[in-house]
Every structure is written in structure tokens, then in C-alpha cells.
T-cell receptor
Framework: DTEVTQTPKHLVMGMTNKKSLKCEQH?????MYWYKQKAKKPPELMFV???????INESVPSRFSPECPNSSLLNLHLHALQPEDSALYLC?????????????FGQGTRLTVV | QQQVKQSPQSLIVQKGGISIINCAYE??????FPWYQQFPGKGPALLIA?????SEKKEGRFTISFNKSAKQFSLHIMDSQPGDSATYFC????????????FGTGTQLKVEL
């Protein structure tokens, strides 16, 4: 199983809402990532978790709050988002930090903030 | 965050032709250079990758050429097919920096019949 599963596939939320994006992998990977991708742009790194600990935060606004409950799950909690936060949010995982191995990406959650 | 320059931005190739996409990097600490393919509405998928101690790697119709002295690497797609039409991203990984995977700007490839 080389799959990274993201839910939901689509999400529409108001600026005062609180919602969460979920990501799951069962490949035994110990590094997990959140990326944000705007239309016709490359994915931009937001957060990296290594062995369930946050190792990289690319100066992401606090309205995005990541959580890694265990080695298979990664959440992204959303609160008080702005319309410009509308994008495709991608989760990825790789075997581990300090290893040149493939990062597997999920299909993404298409987020629209209204 | 952008550390890899990619060109061209878009590319149209006839079926059976060769598609060539180029990338240039600055940080010599990068130690892994993957290429990702992304279809509309899908997440990126790894196509092929190379380490800087190798000058060329071939997998099927896809070849990476790596020029360490020029800090450049390129993707060649031989016998391009309409099914290859997608966006291609080069990337680099700084494993000493917590496996920070950074993408190039992307190339939208269209293969015409």
C-alpha cells in the first residue's frame, strides 16, 4: 500500500468556521508533510513532522495548526481563515528524515474560504 | 522559499518528439534531486530522481542529466506521448535540513498528436 489518503476531498468554509483536514498513511513512514498549492503554482511547504514531532514550520500563520496524533495520522486544524487561503492542501509522507527516499503525496483537499 | 529555477514555463511537443525541461539550483548542500509529475486535480507523483554523484539516470523513456559543476539538471522525455501531458516539477531535498523538499516553478507540457 503506497497510498496517502486525505479527507475531505473538497471543503468550503466560512471565515469564522473551524475545520480540520486529515491525512493518513500506512507505509510506516516517519516523516509527514503539509503543502499548500495555488493554481498554476508549485506546492509550497508549510510543515514537516519527523517522528511525530514538528521539525519545520515555514512561518505559517497561526490560523493553521498542525497536529500529529500518531505515526500514521496528520491533521491540519483551520480557524479564522481568509479567502486568500483558498488552495489545494497536499499531505505527503516519506520513509524518514535524513533519507533520500520518495515522498508520496495524497490527492489533496480543495479548500475554498468564503 | 524558491531555490530552484525551472524552464521553460510551458512546452508543446509533437507526439514522438523529445521533451526537455531544465532546472538550476544554487545551494550545493542539496543532496537529492527528484522530478515530479502532476496531472490536474491530483497530487504530485515521483517520476525519477538522481543523486549529485551520478551524471545520468534513465528509467524507460525518462532520463535525468545532472551537471554538478554547472549546478544544473534536466529531464528528457523520449518518444513523448499525449498521456505525458502534465505539469512537471523539479525539486531538491536538503536531507540535513529535515528533509525539506522544495519544488521548482513547474513546466506545463502538452504533447500534441
Amino acid at each position: 500500500d503506497t497510498e496517502v489518503t486525505q479527507t475531505p476531498k473538497h471543503l468550503v468554509m466560512g471565515m469564522t468556521n473551524k475545520k480540520s483536514l486529515k491525512c493518513e498513511q500506512h507505509m510506516g513512514h516517519r516523516a509527514m508533510y503539509w503543502y499548500k498549492q495555488k493554481a498554476k503554482k508549485p506546492p509550497e511547504l508549510m510543515f514537516v513532522y519527523s517522528y511525530e514531532k514538528l521539525s519545520i514550520n515555514e512561518s505559517v500563520p497561526s490560523r493553521f495548526s498542525p497536529e500529529c496524533p500518531n505515526s500514521s495520522l496528520l491533521n491540519l486544524h483551520l480557524h479564522a481563515l481568509q479567502p486568500e487561503d483558498s488552495a489545494l492542501y497536499l499531505c505527503a509522507s516519506s520513509q524518514g528524515p535524513r533519507m533520500n527516499t520518495e515522498a508520496f503525496f495524497g490527492q489533496g483537499t480543495r479548500l475554498t474560504v468564503v | 522559499q524558491q531555490q530552484v529555477k525551472q524552464s521553460p514555463q510551458s512546452l508543446i511537443v509533437q507526439k514522438g518528439g523529445i521533451s526537455i525541461i531544465n532546472c538550476a539550483y544554487e545551494n550545493t548542500a542539496f543532496d537529492y534531486f527528484p522530478w515530479y509529475q502532476q496531472f490536474p486535480g491530483k497530487g504530485p507523483a515521483l517520476l525519477i530522481a538522481i543523486r549529485p554523484d551520478v551524471s545520468e539516470k534513465k528509467e524507460g523513456r525518462f532520463t535525468i542529466s545532472f551537471n554538478k559543476s554547472a549546478k544544473q539538471f534536466s529531464l528528457h522525455i523520449m518518444d513523448s506521448q499525449p498521456g505525458d501531458s502534465a505539469t512537471y516539477f523539479c525539486a531538491d531535498i536538503l536531507t540535513g535540513g529535515g528533509n525539506k523538499l522544495t519544488f521548482g516553478t513547474g513546466t506545463q507540457l502538452k504533447v500534441e498528436l
